[in-house]
């Protein structure tokens, strides 16, 4: 963001067109330049109401609180949204090690539905890419859905309630992502270990270049 401190997600909930996003925080158009990745032009977004707008902003402070508390700052970004009734929450963290040969993004978008003050439906997707390329090219996708009623003692702490579930879900859901790779690649029987040819009876590896090998075509000569 030119001349901001905070950061916005271009996202299709604030899209414009192909190159004008909405920034939620300062209510301007953003014109921006894909291709060298700058704002080239800033105009005034329409008009918001008031008391819709300060429940998007609670979320908002809500949602810088958890980034800075289990992101980097550096590389990540979550934005509040206004769509039609609802509030959407789009978190986006990228991490590139290029010396050790890997990267990987992180983005998860939630949709809040507020029954009343205190009660809320939360429904969101969560999407994971990791890539790693020393000595070849591996890579992984995935994504995970989740939906819950959150509940909160009084008007004032339902939006920490909001945050405290979506932790709760991310987390959760890295967890259960390093269990699978852990499982996949486990030396005592992992399924890529299974995956790999099994020695013969005697236990050593076969020697397929030996000359014993012979054998069996000096029996089938003899037949």
Not at 144 to 152: D, I, L, P, Q, T
Request: charged share 30%.
């Amino acid at each position: 963001m030119p001349e901001a401190e905070h950061k916005l997600v271009l996202s299709t909930y604030g899209e414009k067109d192909e190159n004008s996003y909405l920034d939620p925080v300062s209510n301007q158009i953003l014109t921006v330049d894909h291709t060298k990745l700058v704002v080239t032009e800033v105009a005034d977004g329409d008009e918001v109401d008031d008391e819709r707008n300060t429940v998007r902003d609670a979320l908002q402070q809500a949602a810088n609180d958890y980034l800075y508390q289990h992101y980097e700052d550096e590389q990540s970004a979550a934005s509040v949204f206004i769509v039609e009734d609802d509030y959407v929450i789009c978190i986006s963290a990228t991490t590139v090690d290029a010396k050790n040969f890997y990267s990987g993004r992180w983005r998860s978008v939630w949709r809040v539905a507020f029954e009343d003050d205190s009660n809320a439906k939360l429904s969101g997707v969560m999407k994971i890419h990791c890539h790693y390329y020393e000595d070849g090219n591996v890579q992984m996708s995935t994504t995970g859905e989740h939906g819950e009623s959150v509940k909160a003692k009084s008007s004032d702490a339902i939006y920490t309630s909001i945050f405290a579930a979506i932790k709760k879900i991310e987390s959760g859901y890295q967890l259960k992502i390093d269990d699978t790779m852990d499982r996949l690649s486990s030396a005592s029987g992992g399924f890529f270990r299974a995956l790999r040819r099994q020695l013969p009876m005697t236990g050593e590896p076969m020697d397929f270049a030996s000359s014993t090998h012979t054998m069996a075509k000096e029996f089938n000569k003899k037949k």
